[in-house]
């Protein structure tokens, strides 16, 4: 009898003993976890803080602490697809293509179907100042691609445009532009190239129709922007801006002028025969490298 008193008292011990070293586990796992979630939580709030604070930089035009701050918080979440993107083009404008090519290439596996990615990249290889890396090609295909993610997007089929144009491809330059006119009639760049191909195939009366009409439009903006106090010089249409590298954007913005009289018979052979030079120029220089 004692003996079975014995193991009794044993296993209610023992049973106890049992008790309270589940309840210490699980109280400390329950610890454990705040700690964890505490931690996790601690970790977005530091990389939204270095994403924001990048964000306000890239908007303040400084690149290169955005950049820094890009790269604080990509250390705290290497797949972000938006801070790859921003820090490829900040990459892009202080001219670190290798690094911008990483970033970007790397968003594309993250996410196939990233349509700005592909266009960003399809501006790397076809970047005027990128002499390295200017790859008309590549270019095409990265456009390519972006413009059979989606079909209405203006600047993928914009940029094929230009490439067909800078490699001579006059007919496919013709149907590319005819079909953008349709998608963005007030784009400056549009009708001046189609005048400059008319012009180009001896179509001298519809490249002067063309040329007034991009003229027409950059007036147009221009005294536009004026009304809304945007301060726009008097003699270069808003409608084209000039982008780092984009080798037309850099012509246009510089030699399309916009004066308050001109004759048109005048402007036209000077403007295209002006611009038929540069891009002889462009790619005897580009074609080289």
């Not at 820094?68 to 990459?91: F, S, T, V």
């Not at 760049?189 to 027409?216: C, M, P, R, V």
């Not at 004026?226 to 913005?253: C, H, I, Y």
Request: net charge positive; glycine share 4%.
């Amino acid at each position: 009898m004692a003996r079975k008193e014995f193991i009794f008292i044993g296993v209610i011990l023992l049973a106890a003993f049992a008790g309270v070293t589940i309840v210490k586990f699980w109280r400390h796992r329950g610890q454990s976890d705040s700690i964890t979630m505490a931690a996790k939580s601690d970790y977005k709030q530091t990389f939204w803080i270095y994403y924001n604070r990048a964000t306000q930089y890239r908007l303040e035009g400084k690149t290169d602490s955005s950049i820094i701050a890009y790269e604080d918080a990509l250390k705290l979440n290497p797949n972000h697809e938006d801070a790859l993107y921003y820090i490829g083009n900040m990459y892009m404008r202080v001219d670190k293509f290798d690094k911008a090519q990483e970033a970007l290439e790397k968003l594309i596996k993250l996410n196939p179907l990233s349509e700005q990615a592909y266009i960003q990249l399809g501006n790397l290889y076809f970047c005027a100042k990128n002499t390295n890396y200017f790859h008309p090609e590549k270019a095409k295909r990265y456009f390519e691609h972006a413009a059979e993610l989606n079909k209405e997007t203006l600047t993928p089929n914009l940029r094929l445009g230009e490439i067909a144009l800078f490699q001579n491809r006059i007919n496919d330059a013709f149907g590319i532009f005819n079909k953008l006119s349709m998608m963005d009639q007030k784009n400056v760049e549009i009708f001046f190239i189609i005048g400059y191909l008319n012009w180009k195939s001896g179509k001298e009366q519809e490249a002067t129709k063309d040329l007034k009409h991009a003229l027409e439009l950059g007036i147009t903006a221009m005294s536009t922007n004026e009304q809304v106090g945007r301060g726009t010089s008097t003699k270069k249409p808003p409608a084209v801006k000039n982008q780092e590298g984009d080798l037309f954007m850099d012509w246009l913005a510089v030699n399309l002028t916009v004066p308050k009289k001109y004759d048109i018979k005048v402007e036209m052979p000077k403007l295209y025969t002006q611009f038929d030079e540069y891009l002889k120029t462009s790619r005897r220089q580009l074609n080289r490298n």
